[in-house]
């Protein structure tokens, strides 16, 4: 380990990452990505289920098997996308600065934040839209359960899906200053133009 490295290594895990965000200022492209991808979900969620309740017939077990297959995939995809464009990034962004300081980075804190902040931003982003479609469907898994549910199924897991696009909308509220429930209730408009697309085409194939 060099010696230049070794105070920052001997950080908690946290303290660590956060202080690699703070010098690459990756800050608010975590947030970004975290919300971005989290509304992605919500939405492929949204689509999916808006598609079964209208198609009506489909098993609850081939909804949800349908659903957790769109979540992985979705998590999949946002971590070796956002890990390869990002890990590009950096490394351009450190050749950069070494070029214009005339010296070798790489064992450098700079150095190390480029290898390891792209692992953390292709984590957010991988997470985001996995966890928050895992939320959506949990009606689907207490449905197959026999549990008790305020609505039917499907209904009570499109419930969720507007709940949760209503919080992201929230959260994207407090990090631009704005008002949370305008940026909310922004976030449901959108989400009902989806569903209310979908009802529109699934009509029109409906009378073909």
Request: proline share 2%; with cysteine.
């Given at each position: 380990m060099r010696a230049s490295l070794a105070p920052i290594w001997r950080m908690k895990l946290?303290?660590?990452?956060?202080?690699?965000?703070?010098?690459?200022?990756?800050?608010?492209?975590v947030r970004r990505y975290f919300v971005t991808n989290g509304f992605d979900g919500a939405l492929a969620m949204l689509g999916l289920?808006?598609?079964?309740y209208l198609?009506?017939?489909?098993?609850?077990?081939?909804?949800l098997s349908a659903c957790l297959g769109t979540a992985i995939a979705l998590g999949m995809s946002g971590l070796t996308s956002a890990y390869m464009s990002e890990s590009a990034e950096r490394k351009r962004a450190i050749q950069a600065l070494e070029h214009a300081m005339v010296a070798d980075l790489g064992e450098s804190a700079h150095?190390?934040?480029?290898?390891?902040?792209?692992?953390?931003i292709a984590l957010v982003n991988g997470v985001s839209p996995l966890v928050i479609a895992l939320i959506i469907i949990v009606p689907l898994?207490?449905?197959?359960h026999r549990m008790w549910l305020p609505f039917g199924v499907i209904e009570s897991a499109i419930a969720m899906a507007f709940c949760v696009i209503f919080l992201l909308g929230v959260f994207l509220g407090k990090v631009s200053g704005t008002f949370w429930l305008w940026s909310g209730i922004r976030a449901v408009v959108v989400a009902l133009v989806t569903a209310g697309l979908i009802v529109l085409f699934e009509q029109s194939l409906s009378m073909d």
């Open positions: 946290l303290h660590r990452l956060r202080f690699f965000l703070q010098i690459t200022r990756a800050h608010g492209i289920l808006m598609g079964f198609s009506g017939g489909a098993a609850l077990s081939v909804v150095g190390a934040a480029a290898r390891y902040v792209p692992c953390v898994w207490l449905g197959l």
